[in-house]
Protein backbone atom coordinates (compact mmCIF):
# COMPACT_ATOMS: atom_id res chain seq x y z
CA UNK A 1 0.00 0.00 0.00
CA UNK A 2 1.29 2.92 -0.98
CA UNK A 3 1.47 5.60 2.12
CA UNK A 4 1.76 9.41 2.30
CA UNK A 5 4.59 10.26 4.94
CA UNK A 6 5.10 13.55 6.27
CA UNK A 7 6.99 16.24 4.30
CA UNK A 8 8.29 17.80 7.47
CA UNK A 9 8.15 15.17 10.25
CA UNK A 10 10.85 17.37 12.48
CA UNK A 11 7.54 19.84 12.90
CA UNK A 12 6.49 19.66 16.61
CA UNK A 13 3.14 20.61 16.78
CA UNK A 14 1.58 22.98 19.90
CA UNK A 15 5.47 24.06 20.64
CA UNK A 16 5.03 26.82 22.41
CA UNK A 17 7.50 28.97 20.22
CA UNK A 18 4.98 28.22 17.35
CA UNK A 19 1.37 28.40 16.29
CA UNK A 20 0.00 25.67 13.78
CA UNK A 21 -3.41 25.92 12.02
CA UNK A 22 -5.30 23.50 10.73
CA UNK A 23 -6.96 23.15 7.21
CA UNK A 24 -9.07 20.62 6.64
CA UNK A 25 -11.01 18.71 3.46
CA UNK A 26 -8.60 19.34 1.09
CA UNK A 27 -8.96 16.75 -2.10
CA UNK A 28 -6.36 14.93 -3.93
CA UNK A 29 -6.40 12.37 -6.91
CA UNK A 30 -5.08 8.95 -5.53
CA UNK A 31 -2.21 9.06 -7.49
CA UNK A 32 -1.11 12.44 -6.42
CA UNK A 33 2.66 13.48 -5.91
CA UNK A 34 3.84 14.41 -2.74
CA UNK A 35 4.81 17.90 -3.70
CA UNK A 36 1.05 18.47 -5.21
CA UNK A 37 0.28 18.50 -1.74
CA UNK A 38 1.83 21.62 -0.89
CA UNK A 39 0.99 23.36 -4.32
CA UNK A 40 -3.02 22.75 -3.14
CA UNK A 41 -2.40 24.37 0.07
CA UNK A 42 -0.27 27.32 -2.15
CA UNK A 43 -3.46 27.46 -4.38
CA UNK A 44 -6.00 27.53 -1.77
CA UNK A 45 -4.30 29.86 0.37
CA UNK A 46 -3.10 32.41 -2.64
CA UNK A 47 0.37 32.26 -0.83
CA UNK A 48 3.57 32.40 -1.60
CA UNK A 49 6.29 29.44 -1.63
CA UNK A 50 7.87 31.02 1.45
CA UNK A 51 5.30 31.56 3.29
CA UNK A 52 4.44 28.05 4.21
CA UNK A 53 6.95 27.14 6.71
CA UNK A 54 5.75 23.89 7.32
CA UNK A 55 2.93 21.19 6.67
CA UNK A 56 2.41 17.83 8.63
CA UNK A 57 -0.85 15.69 7.96
CA UNK A 58 -2.93 15.34 10.56
CA UNK A 59 -5.68 12.83 9.10
CA UNK A 60 -6.02 11.19 5.58
CA UNK A 61 -9.06 9.63 4.53
CA UNK A 62 -10.60 8.84 1.32
CA UNK A 63 -13.88 9.43 -0.19
CA UNK A 64 -15.19 6.33 -2.24
CA UNK A 65 -18.97 7.72 -2.14
CA UNK A 66 -18.96 7.84 -6.52
CA UNK A 67 -16.54 5.07 -7.75
CA UNK A 68 -15.68 7.44 -10.60
CA UNK A 69 -13.92 9.67 -8.61
CA UNK A 70 -12.47 8.61 -5.71
CA UNK A 71 -9.86 10.50 -3.85
CA UNK A 72 -7.93 11.13 -0.84
CA UNK A 73 -9.54 14.19 1.87
CA UNK A 74 -6.60 16.04 4.07
CA UNK A 75 -6.53 17.16 7.11
CA UNK A 76 -3.31 19.58 7.71
CA UNK A 77 -1.35 21.55 10.25
CA UNK A 78 0.38 24.46 8.94
CA UNK A 79 3.25 27.13 9.85
CA UNK A 80 3.19 30.76 8.03
CA UNK A 81 5.44 32.89 8.09
CA UNK A 82 5.48 35.97 10.30
CA UNK A 83 4.03 38.72 7.75
CA UNK A 84 0.88 36.31 6.85
CA UNK A 85 -2.12 37.56 7.83
CA UNK A 86 -4.04 34.87 9.89
CA UNK A 87 -6.91 36.44 10.48
CA UNK A 88 -7.06 37.15 7.06
CA UNK A 89 -7.07 33.32 5.92
CA UNK A 90 -9.04 32.59 8.48
CA UNK A 91 -12.00 34.48 7.35
CA UNK A 92 -11.40 33.05 4.12
CA UNK A 93 -10.25 29.32 4.60
CA UNK A 94 -11.74 28.30 7.14
CA UNK A 95 -8.55 27.33 9.23
CA UNK A 96 -8.57 26.65 13.03
CA UNK A 97 -5.81 27.07 15.22
CA UNK A 98 -3.98 23.35 15.36
CA UNK A 99 -5.31 22.01 19.00
CA UNK A 100 -3.12 21.04 21.64
CA UNK A 101 -2.73 17.51 21.64
CA UNK A 102 0.30 16.72 23.97
CA UNK A 103 -0.23 14.70 26.74
CA UNK A 104 -0.16 16.11 30.34
CA UNK A 105 0.43 14.28 33.30
CA UNK A 106 -1.82 14.69 35.98
CA UNK A 107 1.18 15.48 38.31
CA UNK A 108 4.50 14.68 38.64
CA UNK A 109 5.63 12.15 40.81
CA UNK A 110 9.55 12.66 41.92
CA UNK A 111 10.72 9.17 42.45
CA UNK A 112 12.12 8.25 45.69
CA UNK A 113 10.36 12.04 47.72
CA UNK A 114 6.62 10.13 46.56
CA UNK A 115 7.52 7.04 48.75
CA UNK A 116 9.58 8.65 51.40
CA UNK A 117 6.34 11.23 52.10
CA UNK A 118 3.81 8.30 51.63
CA UNK A 119 4.83 5.85 54.53
CA UNK A 120 2.17 3.32 54.19
CA UNK A 121 1.80 3.57 50.48
CA UNK A 122 1.29 0.21 49.14
CA UNK A 123 1.88 -0.17 45.32
CA UNK A 124 -1.29 0.27 42.92
CA UNK A 125 -2.08 -3.36 41.12
CA UNK A 126 -3.10 -3.92 37.64
CA UNK A 127 -5.14 -6.89 36.90
CA UNK A 128 -4.66 -7.80 33.36
CA UNK A 129 -2.09 -6.97 30.24
CA UNK A 130 -5.23 -6.22 27.54
CA UNK A 131 -4.94 -2.68 25.97
CA UNK A 132 -6.37 -1.37 29.11
CA UNK A 133 -4.29 -2.81 31.77
CA UNK A 134 -1.08 -2.06 29.98
CA UNK A 135 -1.85 1.81 29.18
CA UNK A 136 -3.24 1.94 33.45
CA UNK A 137 0.08 0.06 34.05
CA UNK A 138 2.17 2.27 31.66
CA UNK A 139 0.41 5.60 32.82
CA UNK A 140 1.29 4.76 36.53
CA UNK A 141 5.17 3.66 36.25
CA UNK A 142 5.30 7.05 34.09
CA UNK A 143 3.93 8.61 37.05
CA UNK A 144 6.64 6.53 39.36
CA UNK A 145 3.98 4.62 41.12
CA UNK A 146 6.10 0.90 40.23
CA UNK A 147 2.68 -0.90 39.73
CA UNK A 148 2.48 -4.49 40.23
CA UNK A 149 0.56 -5.66 37.34
CA UNK A 150 -1.24 -9.53 37.17
CA UNK A 151 -1.96 -11.60 34.42
CA UNK A 152 -3.65 -15.08 34.21
CA UNK A 153 -2.11 -15.79 31.02
CA UNK A 154 1.43 -16.44 29.47
CA UNK A 155 3.87 -13.21 28.02
CA UNK A 156 2.46 -12.47 24.25
CA UNK A 157 4.81 -14.54 22.37
CA UNK A 158 4.43 -17.73 24.18
CA UNK A 159 0.99 -17.29 24.06
CA UNK A 160 0.90 -17.25 20.89
CA UNK A 161 1.97 -20.31 20.35
CA UNK A 162 -0.35 -21.93 22.15
CA UNK A 163 -3.12 -20.37 20.41
CA UNK A 164 -1.21 -21.53 17.28
CA UNK A 165 -1.15 -24.85 18.51
CA UNK A 166 -5.09 -24.79 19.37
CA UNK A 167 -5.74 -23.90 15.32
CA UNK A 168 -3.47 -25.97 14.03
CA UNK A 169 -2.99 -28.76 16.04
CA UNK A 170 -6.61 -28.56 18.63
CA UNK A 171 -3.96 -28.08 21.59
CA UNK A 172 -6.31 -26.15 24.19
CA UNK A 173 -4.62 -23.83 26.81
CA UNK A 174 -7.43 -22.79 28.85
CA UNK A 175 -5.23 -19.97 30.70
CA UNK A 176 -3.34 -18.99 26.59
CA UNK A 177 -5.81 -18.51 24.31
CA UNK A 178 -7.23 -15.40 22.30
CA UNK A 179 -9.21 -14.34 25.15
CA UNK A 180 -6.28 -14.79 28.29
CA UNK A 181 -2.67 -14.11 27.92
CA UNK A 182 -0.39 -10.57 27.15
CA UNK A 183 -2.37 -8.12 24.94
CA UNK A 184 -5.27 -9.48 25.64
CA UNK A 185 -8.37 -10.28 22.93
CA UNK A 186 -6.96 -7.33 20.94
CA UNK A 187 -3.94 -9.44 19.94
CA UNK A 188 -5.71 -11.35 17.74
CA UNK A 189 -8.08 -9.19 16.16
CA UNK A 190 -7.59 -6.22 12.41
CA UNK A 191 -5.85 -4.30 15.48
CA UNK A 192 -8.43 -1.44 14.64
CA UNK A 193 -6.95 1.66 16.38
CA UNK A 194 -10.18 3.73 16.01
CA UNK A 195 -12.84 5.16 17.84
CA UNK A 196 -16.24 6.53 18.81
CA UNK A 197 -15.33 7.55 22.24
CA UNK A 198 -15.35 11.15 23.34
CA UNK A 199 -11.54 12.18 23.30
CA UNK A 200 -11.58 15.77 24.36
CA UNK A 201 -8.07 15.01 25.64
CA UNK A 202 -7.00 13.54 22.78
CA UNK A 203 -5.83 10.14 24.50
CA UNK A 204 -5.68 8.43 21.64
CA UNK A 205 -3.12 10.07 20.29
CA UNK A 206 -0.79 9.46 23.15
CA UNK A 207 -2.20 5.39 22.89
CA UNK A 208 -1.27 5.39 19.43
CA UNK A 209 2.77 7.45 19.87
CA UNK A 210 3.94 4.93 22.39
CA UNK A 211 2.46 2.60 19.76
CA UNK A 212 4.83 4.04 17.47
CA UNK A 213 7.48 4.20 19.66
CA UNK A 214 6.68 0.38 20.06
CA UNK A 215 7.40 -0.18 16.07
CA UNK A 216 3.87 0.80 14.61
CA UNK A 217 4.70 2.29 11.62
CA UNK A 218 4.10 5.88 11.75
CA UNK A 219 0.96 6.17 9.27
CA UNK A 220 -1.40 5.11 12.29
CA UNK A 221 -0.62 9.29 13.79
CA UNK A 222 -2.87 10.39 10.33
CA UNK A 223 -4.71 7.59 8.58
CA UNK A 224 -8.30 7.52 9.15
CA UNK A 225 -9.10 3.78 10.09
CA UNK A 226 -5.48 2.80 11.60
CA UNK A 227 -4.81 -0.30 12.05
CA UNK A 228 -1.49 -2.99 13.05
CA UNK A 229 -2.72 -6.11 12.60
CA UNK A 230 -1.45 -9.04 14.91
CA UNK A 231 2.06 -9.79 14.45
CA UNK A 232 2.91 -6.41 14.85
CA UNK A 233 0.81 -6.06 17.87
CA UNK A 234 3.14 -8.66 19.16
CA UNK A 235 6.35 -6.46 19.06
CA UNK A 236 4.17 -3.51 20.41
CA UNK A 237 3.12 -5.03 23.35
CA UNK A 238 6.51 -6.65 24.12
CA UNK A 239 7.93 -2.90 24.23
CA UNK A 240 4.89 -2.00 26.45
CA UNK A 241 5.75 -4.45 29.12
CA UNK A 242 9.55 -3.23 28.93
CA UNK A 243 8.63 0.11 29.51
CA UNK A 244 6.48 -0.84 32.66
CA UNK A 245 8.99 -2.76 33.28
CA UNK A 246 11.84 0.00 32.69
CA UNK A 247 10.27 2.51 34.97
CA UNK A 248 10.07 0.34 38.12
CA UNK A 249 6.84 -1.96 37.47
CA UNK A 250 6.56 -5.65 38.03
CA UNK A 251 4.68 -8.36 36.27
CA UNK A 252 3.60 -11.50 37.06
CA UNK A 253 2.48 -14.13 34.05
CA UNK A 254 0.55 -17.06 34.52
CA UNK A 255 -0.71 -15.76 38.04
CA UNK A 256 -4.75 -15.61 38.84
CA UNK A 257 -6.80 -14.04 41.02
CA UNK A 258 -8.78 -16.04 42.71
CA UNK A 259 -10.65 -14.12 45.72
CA UNK A 260 -9.93 -10.64 46.86
CA UNK A 261 -9.82 -9.42 51.08
CA UNK A 262 -12.46 -6.66 51.35
CA UNK A 263 -12.90 -5.15 54.57
CA UNK A 264 -15.20 -2.15 55.84
CA UNK A 265 -16.04 -2.03 52.17
CA UNK A 266 -12.70 -1.25 51.04
CA UNK A 267 -10.39 -3.40 49.36
CA UNK A 268 -7.38 -4.68 51.35
CA UNK A 269 -5.98 -7.54 49.19
CA UNK A 270 -5.63 -10.26 46.72
CA UNK A 271 -5.32 -14.44 46.89
CA UNK A 272 -3.56 -15.38 43.97
CA UNK A 273 -2.32 -18.65 42.49
CA UNK A 274 0.24 -19.12 40.14
CA UNK A 275 -0.33 -21.80 37.78
CA UNK A 276 3.21 -22.48 36.88
CA UNK A 277 4.63 -22.92 40.38
CA UNK A 278 1.18 -24.39 41.98
CA UNK A 279 2.10 -21.77 44.79
CA UNK A 280 -1.09 -19.35 46.29
CA UNK A 281 0.07 -16.11 47.57
CA UNK A 282 -1.92 -12.85 49.43
CA UNK A 283 -1.03 -9.50 48.08
CA UNK A 284 -1.45 -6.41 50.32
CA UNK A 285 -3.01 -4.05 48.08
CA UNK A 286 -5.33 -1.06 48.60
CA UNK A 287 -5.82 0.61 44.89
CA UNK A 288 -6.76 -2.33 42.56
CA UNK A 289 -7.18 -1.89 38.99
CA UNK A 290 -9.46 -4.41 37.24
CA UNK A 291 -8.81 -4.72 33.75
CA UNK A 292 -9.73 -8.44 33.52
CA UNK A 293 -11.37 -8.09 29.59
CA UNK A 294 -14.99 -9.29 28.56
CA UNK A 295 -14.00 -12.91 28.99
CA UNK A 296 -12.95 -13.32 32.74
CA UNK A 297 -15.84 -14.87 33.88
CA UNK A 298 -14.84 -16.97 36.46
CA UNK A 299 -13.49 -13.70 37.96
CA UNK A 300 -17.03 -11.90 37.29
CA UNK A 301 -18.10 -14.86 39.58
CA UNK A 302 -16.16 -14.36 42.17
CA UNK A 303 -16.45 -10.59 42.59
CA UNK A 304 -20.32 -10.60 42.76
CA UNK A 305 -19.94 -13.63 45.69
CA UNK A 306 -17.75 -11.04 47.25
CA UNK A 307 -20.46 -8.29 47.02
CA UNK A 308 -19.42 -6.36 44.23
CA UNK A 309 -21.71 -4.32 42.95
CA UNK A 310 -22.12 -6.01 39.43
CA UNK A 311 -25.06 -5.58 36.81
CA UNK A 312 -26.60 -7.22 33.43
CA UNK A 313 -26.09 -5.17 30.23
CA UNK A 314 -26.56 -5.59 26.70
CA UNK A 315 -24.07 -7.42 24.20
CA UNK A 316 -25.03 -8.86 20.57
CA UNK A 317 -24.85 -12.45 19.68
CA UNK A 318 -24.50 -14.04 16.31
CA UNK A 319 -21.94 -15.59 13.21
CA UNK A 320 -19.07 -14.59 11.67
CA UNK A 321 -19.55 -13.95 7.34
CA UNK A 322 -17.50 -14.44 4.84
CA UNK A 323 -16.96 -13.30 1.30
CA UNK A 324 -14.24 -13.46 -1.39
CA UNK A 325 -12.28 -9.63 -0.71
CA UNK A 326 -12.21 -8.99 -4.44
CA UNK A 327 -16.56 -8.81 -3.77
CA UNK A 328 -16.41 -5.97 -0.83
CA UNK A 329 -13.26 -4.38 -3.33
CA UNK A 330 -15.78 -4.12 -6.15
CA UNK A 331 -18.53 -3.42 -4.20
CA UNK A 332 -16.60 0.32 -2.76
CA UNK A 333 -13.98 0.62 -5.32
CA UNK A 334 -15.79 -0.09 -8.65
CA UNK A 335 -14.37 -3.39 -11.15
CA UNK A 336 -10.80 -3.92 -10.28
CA UNK A 337 -10.60 -7.60 -8.54
CA UNK A 338 -7.75 -8.29 -6.35
CA UNK A 339 -7.46 -12.30 -7.33
CA UNK A 340 -6.39 -13.23 -9.52
CA UNK A 341 -3.32 -11.08 -10.32
CA UNK A 342 -4.67 -7.69 -11.45
CA UNK A 343 -3.00 -3.92 -11.46
CA UNK A 344 -5.22 -3.08 -8.30
CA UNK A 345 -4.49 0.45 -8.64
CA UNK A 346 -7.23 1.38 -5.75
CA UNK A 347 -6.49 -1.26 -3.51
CA UNK A 348 -2.78 -0.46 -3.96
CA UNK A 349 -3.47 3.26 -3.27
CA UNK A 350 -6.18 3.16 -0.31
CA UNK A 351 -6.13 -1.07 0.87
CA UNK A 352 -8.34 -3.30 1.40
CA UNK A 353 -12.02 -2.17 1.23
CA UNK A 354 -14.40 -2.51 4.42
CA UNK A 355 -18.12 -2.19 5.21
CA UNK A 356 -20.21 -1.37 8.29
CA UNK A 357 -24.12 -2.21 7.77
CA UNK A 358 -26.80 -2.17 10.04
CA UNK A 359 -30.74 -2.99 9.60
CA UNK A 360 -33.89 -2.86 11.77
CA UNK A 361 -35.52 -6.02 11.53
CA UNK A 362 -39.51 -6.33 11.74
CA UNK A 363 -39.47 -8.03 15.20
CA UNK A 364 -37.40 -5.06 16.52
CA UNK A 365 -34.12 -6.38 16.87
CA UNK A 366 -30.90 -4.49 15.50
CA UNK A 367 -28.71 -6.30 12.82
CA UNK A 368 -25.17 -5.01 12.28
CA UNK A 369 -21.80 -5.95 10.80
CA UNK A 370 -19.25 -6.07 13.84
CA UNK A 371 -15.45 -6.10 13.89
CA UNK A 372 -15.07 -6.27 10.12
CA UNK A 373 -11.66 -7.59 9.39
CA UNK A 374 -10.76 -6.78 5.68
CA UNK A 375 -8.53 -9.17 3.94
CA UNK A 376 -8.34 -11.54 7.21
CA UNK A 377 -9.45 -14.80 8.82
CA UNK A 378 -12.18 -16.13 11.08
CA UNK A 379 -10.52 -17.61 14.21
CA UNK A 380 -11.55 -19.46 17.14
CA UNK A 381 -11.78 -18.08 19.96
CA UNK A 382 -12.94 -19.95 23.22
CA UNK A 383 -11.82 -19.15 26.62
CA UNK A 384 -13.61 -22.42 28.22
CA UNK A 385 -13.37 -26.56 27.36
CA UNK A 386 -15.86 -27.87 25.23
CA UNK A 387 -17.57 -24.44 23.67
CA UNK A 388 -16.50 -22.90 20.14
CA UNK A 389 -16.72 -19.24 19.95
CA UNK A 390 -15.50 -17.17 16.58
CA UNK A 391 -14.08 -13.83 16.31
CA UNK A 392 -12.14 -12.16 13.49
CA UNK A 393 -8.40 -10.77 12.82
CA UNK A 394 -6.22 -9.44 10.00
CA UNK A 395 -2.67 -8.72 9.89
CA UNK A 396 -1.35 -5.82 8.82
CA UNK A 397 -1.00 -6.34 4.88
CA UNK A 398 -4.85 -7.62 4.67
CA UNK A 399 -4.26 -9.84 1.85
CA UNK A 400 -5.80 -13.31 2.69
CA UNK A 401 -8.14 -13.91 0.11
CA UNK A 402 -11.65 -13.41 2.60
CA UNK A 403 -13.42 -10.67 3.93
CA UNK A 404 -15.43 -11.72 7.34
CA UNK A 405 -17.06 -10.10 9.95
CA UNK A 406 -18.96 -10.53 12.79
CA UNK A 407 -23.25 -10.72 11.67
CA UNK A 408 -24.58 -9.92 15.10
CA UNK A 409 -28.24 -8.96 16.92
CA UNK A 410 -28.28 -6.88 20.05
CA UNK A 411 -29.73 -8.55 23.11
CA UNK A 412 -30.82 -6.93 26.21
CA UNK A 413 -31.19 -8.39 29.93
CA UNK A 414 -34.92 -9.49 29.95
CA UNK A 415 -33.68 -12.06 26.98
CA UNK A 416 -31.33 -13.49 28.95
CA UNK A 417 -33.23 -13.81 32.08
CA UNK A 418 -30.83 -11.16 33.83
CA UNK A 419 -32.30 -8.20 36.46
CA UNK A 420 -30.52 -6.84 39.68
CA UNK A 421 -30.70 -10.79 41.92
CA UNK A 422 -29.18 -13.02 38.76
CA UNK A 423 -26.66 -10.40 37.30
CA UNK A 424 -24.98 -13.03 35.54
CA UNK A 425 -27.57 -14.48 33.43
CA UNK A 426 -25.55 -13.49 30.36
CA UNK A 427 -22.68 -15.70 31.15
CA UNK A 428 -24.50 -18.97 31.25
CA UNK A 429 -26.52 -17.82 28.61
CA UNK A 430 -23.21 -17.49 26.34
CA UNK A 431 -22.11 -20.57 27.37
CA UNK A 432 -25.33 -22.37 26.69
CA UNK A 433 -24.94 -21.56 22.58
CA UNK A 434 -21.20 -21.99 22.62
CA UNK A 435 -21.81 -25.20 23.83
CA UNK A 436 -24.25 -26.15 21.30
CA UNK A 437 -21.89 -24.91 18.79
CA UNK A 438 -18.99 -27.20 20.04
CA UNK A 439 -21.84 -29.70 20.28
CA UNK A 440 -22.80 -28.67 16.17
CA UNK A 441 -19.04 -28.52 15.33
CA UNK A 442 -18.58 -32.55 15.71
CA UNK A 443 -17.52 -31.37 19.46
CA UNK A 444 -14.05 -30.99 17.97
CA UNK A 445 -13.52 -27.33 18.04
CA UNK A 446 -15.00 -27.10 14.25
CA UNK A 447 -17.55 -24.63 14.12
CA UNK A 448 -20.31 -25.14 12.86
CA UNK A 449 -21.12 -23.51 9.39
CA UNK A 450 -23.68 -22.64 6.49
CA UNK A 451 -23.92 -21.31 3.31
CA UNK A 452 -26.08 -18.26 3.08
CA UNK A 453 -27.84 -19.11 0.47
CA UNK A 454 -29.55 -23.00 2.53
CA UNK A 455 -29.58 -20.61 5.69
CA UNK A 456 -32.11 -18.16 4.19
CA UNK A 457 -33.84 -21.42 2.75
CA UNK A 458 -33.98 -23.03 6.28
CA UNK A 459 -31.90 -26.03 4.77
CA UNK A 460 -28.92 -27.81 5.72
CA UNK A 461 -25.77 -27.40 3.93
CA UNK A 462 -24.01 -30.56 2.23
CA UNK A 463 -21.06 -28.93 0.70
CA UNK A 464 -19.37 -25.52 -0.05
CA UNK A 465 -19.19 -23.03 -2.90
CA UNK A 466 -16.29 -20.61 -3.83
CA UNK A 467 -15.85 -19.64 -0.40
CA UNK A 468 -13.14 -21.34 1.33
CA UNK A 469 -13.34 -20.80 4.98
CA UNK A 470 -10.72 -19.78 6.89
CA UNK A 471 -11.51 -20.73 10.63
CA UNK A 472 -9.02 -22.99 11.99
CA UNK A 473 -9.56 -25.96 13.57
CA UNK A 474 -11.64 -26.30 10.33
CA UNK A 475 -15.65 -25.91 9.39
CA UNK A 476 -18.58 -28.52 9.99
CA UNK A 477 -21.47 -28.08 7.66
CA UNK A 478 -24.71 -28.10 9.09
CA UNK A 479 -27.87 -26.18 9.77
CA UNK A 480 -27.68 -22.93 11.72
CA UNK A 481 -31.28 -22.38 11.62
CA UNK A 482 -32.77 -24.75 13.93
CA UNK A 483 -34.86 -26.48 11.57
CA UNK A 484 -32.40 -29.50 11.56
CA UNK A 485 -30.46 -29.36 14.17
CA UNK A 486 -30.20 -27.94 17.62
CA UNK A 487 -30.75 -23.89 17.58
CA UNK A 488 -27.19 -22.29 17.87
CA UNK A 489 -29.19 -18.96 18.41
CA UNK A 490 -32.44 -17.87 19.53
CA UNK A 491 -35.02 -17.85 16.57
CA UNK A 492 -35.73 -14.03 17.17
CA UNK A 493 -32.29 -13.86 16.22
CA UNK A 494 -32.24 -15.90 13.17
CA UNK A 495 -35.17 -14.40 12.30
CA UNK A 496 -33.74 -10.84 11.96
CA UNK A 497 -30.42 -12.10 10.09
CA UNK A 498 -32.45 -14.13 7.71
CA UNK A 499 -34.32 -10.70 7.14
CA UNK A 500 -31.24 -8.64 6.92
CA UNK A 501 -28.66 -10.23 4.45
CA UNK A 502 -31.11 -9.64 1.33
CA UNK A 503 -31.23 -6.02 2.74
CA UNK A 504 -27.26 -6.13 3.14
CA UNK A 505 -27.35 -7.53 -0.29
CA UNK A 506 -29.22 -4.66 -1.74
CA UNK A 507 -26.19 -1.71 0.10
CA UNK A 508 -23.37 -4.62 -1.15
CA UNK A 509 -23.81 -6.55 -4.52
CA UNK A 510 -23.41 -10.21 -3.77
CA UNK A 511 -23.01 -9.74 0.41
CA UNK A 512 -26.22 -12.70 0.22
CA UNK A 513 -24.64 -14.29 -2.44
CA UNK A 514 -25.32 -18.33 -1.82
CA UNK A 515 -21.73 -19.19 -0.95
CA UNK A 516 -21.03 -16.41 0.95
CA UNK A 517 -20.40 -18.64 4.33
CA UNK A 518 -21.68 -18.24 7.82
CA UNK A 519 -20.06 -19.84 11.22
CA UNK A 520 -20.63 -19.68 14.66
CA UNK A 521 -21.40 -18.33 17.28
CA UNK A 522 -20.06 -15.14 17.85
CA UNK A 523 -20.66 -14.45 21.51
CA UNK A 524 -17.95 -12.60 23.03
CA UNK A 525 -18.88 -8.72 20.90
CA UNK A 526 -19.02 -7.09 24.82
CA UNK A 527 -18.70 -8.47 28.30
CA UNK A 528 -22.62 -9.38 29.49
CA UNK A 529 -22.18 -7.67 32.67
CA UNK A 530 -21.10 -3.84 33.89
CA UNK A 531 -18.85 -3.61 37.66
CA UNK A 532 -20.47 -0.28 38.17
CA UNK A 533 -18.18 2.73 39.22
CA UNK A 534 -18.42 5.90 40.60
CA UNK A 535 -18.83 8.52 37.68
CA UNK A 536 -15.52 10.44 36.36
CA UNK A 537 -16.18 13.68 37.88
CA UNK A 538 -16.92 12.52 41.17
CA UNK A 539 -14.58 12.40 44.30
CA UNK A 540 -14.20 8.88 44.06
CA UNK A 541 -14.08 8.43 40.19
CA UNK A 542 -13.68 5.31 38.88
CA UNK A 543 -13.72 3.56 42.23
CA UNK A 544 -16.79 0.79 42.36
CA UNK A 545 -19.64 2.58 43.66
CA UNK A 546 -19.46 -0.12 46.79
CA UNK A 547 -16.14 -1.61 47.18
CA UNK A 548 -13.54 1.02 47.47
CA UNK A 549 -9.92 1.09 45.76
CA UNK A 550 -11.13 -1.09 43.51
CA UNK A 551 -11.08 0.05 39.90
CA UNK A 552 -13.18 -1.45 37.54
CA UNK A 553 -11.83 -0.52 33.67
CA UNK A 554 -11.76 -1.34 29.80
CA UNK A 555 -14.19 -3.87 28.44
CA UNK A 556 -14.58 -6.50 30.99
CA UNK A 557 -16.35 -3.99 33.57
CA UNK A 558 -18.49 -2.72 30.70
CA UNK A 559 -16.63 0.47 29.98
CA UNK A 560 -15.08 0.14 26.58
CA UNK A 561 -15.46 -1.59 23.39
CA UNK A 562 -11.98 -2.45 21.25
CA UNK A 563 -8.14 -1.50 21.92
CA UNK A 564 -8.21 2.57 21.54
CA UNK A 565 -11.29 2.62 23.93
CA UNK A 566 -9.41 0.34 26.04
CA UNK A 567 -6.57 2.25 26.76
CA UNK A 568 -7.97 5.09 26.64
CA UNK A 569 -10.10 4.18 29.31
CA UNK A 570 -7.07 2.33 31.04
CA UNK A 571 -5.33 5.74 31.39
CA UNK A 572 -7.92 7.49 32.20
CA UNK A 573 -8.45 5.18 35.09
CA UNK A 574 -4.59 4.99 36.41
CA UNK A 575 -4.81 8.77 36.67
CA UNK A 576 -7.53 9.02 38.88
CA UNK A 577 -5.97 6.59 41.22
CA UNK A 578 -2.94 8.77 41.23
CA UNK A 579 -4.49 11.67 42.17
CA UNK A 580 -7.02 9.89 44.65
CA UNK A 581 -3.58 8.50 46.31
CA UNK A 582 -1.80 12.10 45.83
CA UNK A 583 -4.33 13.35 48.27
Not at 228 to 241: N, P, S
Not at 508 to 535: C, K, Y
Not at 553 to 565: C, D, F, L, W
Request: with cysteine.
Amino acid sequence: ILLYRPICPDLILNNSTVVSYRLANLKLPLDHQESDLRSAVLTILTLQDEELLKLQVFRRGYDARKKSNIHFIYTLDLQFSADVDISLLISKNHLQKTPDMEYKPVFSAVEGNFYASKPVYQRPVVVGTGPCGLFAALTLAQLGLKPLVIERGKAVRERTKDTWGFWRKKIFNQESNVQFGEGGAGTFSDGKLWTQTKDRRHLGRKVMEEMVKGGAPEEILYVSKPHVGTFRLVKIVEYLRSEIERLGGEIRFSTRVENIVVEAGEIRGLETFNMASGESSQIDANQVILAVGHSARDTFEMLHSRGVFVEPKPFSIGFRIEHPQGLIDRARFGNEDRYPQHPRKIVEHVGAADYKLVHHAKNGRSVYSFCMCPGGTVVAATSEVGRVVTNGMSQYSRLERNANAGIVVGIEPEDFGADEKNPLAGIAFQRNLESIAYQLGGESYFAPGQLVGDFLAGRASQKLGEVTPSYKPGVKLTDLTGKHAPTVLPSYAIEAIQEALPEFGKQIEGFDRPDALLTGVETRTSAPIRIRRHMEKDPLAFQSVNTAGLYPAGEGAGYAGGIMSAAIDGIKVAEALAKYYSK
